[in-house]
């Protein structure tokens, strides 16, 4: 008989070795998808994992799709190595979109220069005040915060679509739901003429260097990996329970919050029923698969951004369903935790035990 016996020491390499494996045996796995599917596997893995990175305009769109991943993924890394657990960042980010995006449905035709930098604050406080309700209720009545964020992501989807189909809704948009197109002041700047990488793609790629000063050289740092391996020494340590339960949730909302306004004032130009294809729940992969390191994440993030663009690639060059790329996210996922439960636990053969009466 087989059982799971924990290691007596978790190796460190096999630790960082685990995701590349997992991405290894994501594209074996592909493969054999795809000769199921009546298609050459040499070709489609091309499509899907090397073109993107082959042109100027695919590691542009890389860079786009990887900024709200990475951001996204930074703010949950922080709360996972705390030991709280915020799945709901798809809500924070369309929480962020949709506070951060109301000075340019207000004031649709203003060109004040104030009005960019009003949005970026207010979709960061957006997702933060959606982040605030699971941590009240945590901190409160001991809810818990994966079920409560998790819940508020429907909220905030119905909230958008009432908005952008009701008062908010472009009076000259031909009935089609959404709002006004934002002023050209309340857009984020387009970093190289004819490329879709913009500011927010920027400030995406500072916040890891920013977190990992923070996670490994101040003292919040400190308390946040005290408290997420050791939450009984962290309380005799005097680390605060319910303050870095409210710190580790605000700053996971509020970088969704900050991603979901960027997202909705650079490639999209206004708010629409779905300004997210997942974005929140694929950042929890790329958290993960970068071992909870703001670098590790950065990277994660981008390979991950990669599968979006490959995958729409592959539906115009080799006609896959868009389903794939949620596939390989999903297997990604898959072997990554298998490796992680194989490094802290190992396989041991055990009897067979008969108690005597």
Do not use: C
């Amino acid at each position: 008989m087989l059982a799971l016996e924990a290691r007596a020491t978790q190796s460190a390499s096999a630790a960082w070795l685990s995701p590349l494996l997992a991405m290894a045996l994501t594209g074996l796995t592909g493969a054999a998808i795809f000769l199921a599917m009546g298609k050459a596997p040499g070709i489609a893995l091309y499509i899907y994992f090397i073109e993107p990175l082959t042109s100027w305009s695919g590691l542009s769109e890389v860079a786009v799709k990887a900024g709200p991943l990475i951001l996204i993924g930074i703010g949950l890394s922080v709360g996972f190595r705390a030991g709280i657990w915020n799945i709901g960042a798809e809500g924070q980010f369309i929480a962020g979109a949709l506070l951060g995006s109301a000075p340019a449905v207000v004031f649709y035709d203003s060109t004040n220069l104030l009005i960019l930098p009003a949005m970026l604050v207010l979709g960061v406080l957006g997702g933060m005040a959606w982040a605030a309700i699971p941590a009240l209720l945590k901190t409160r009545f001991n809810a818990n915060e994966i079920l409560v964020s998790l819940m508020l992501v429907y909220v905030a989807e119905l909230l958008l679509v009432h908005l952008v189909q009701g008062p908010w809704r472009n009076p000259q948009g031909w009935g089609f739901p959404g709002t006004r197109m934002f002023p050209d002041a309340a857009l984020l700047p387009m970093l190289f003429p004819g490329y879709r990488v913009h500011l927010g793609t920027l400030i995406a790629l500072l916040v890891p260097l920013l977190a990992w000063f923070v996670l490994t050289k101040s003292r919040f740092g400190f308390k946040v990996r005290v408290f997420g391996s050791a939450p009984l020494a962290a309380r005799h340590a005097g680390i605060n329970n319910p303050r870095m339960i409210w710190a580790t949730l605000l700053i996971g909302g509020g970088l969704a919050g900050l991603a979901g306004i960027m997202e909705a004032a650079s490639t999209i130009g206004q708010l629409m029923p779905k300004i997210s294809p997942g974005y929140g729940f694929t950042a929890i992969i790329v958290a993960f698969l970068g071992r909870l390191h703001p670098v590790g994440v950065a990277l994660a993030g981008t390979a991950i951004a990669v599968t979006y663009i490959g995958g729409e690639g592959a539906q115009i060059s080799a006609g896959l369903p868009k389903a794939v790329t949620g596939l390989f996210q999903g297997i990604i996922l898959f072997y990554l935790l298998a490796f992680d439960l194989l490094t802290r636990y190992r396989l041991t053969r055990i009897g067979n035990k008969v108690s005597a009466t």
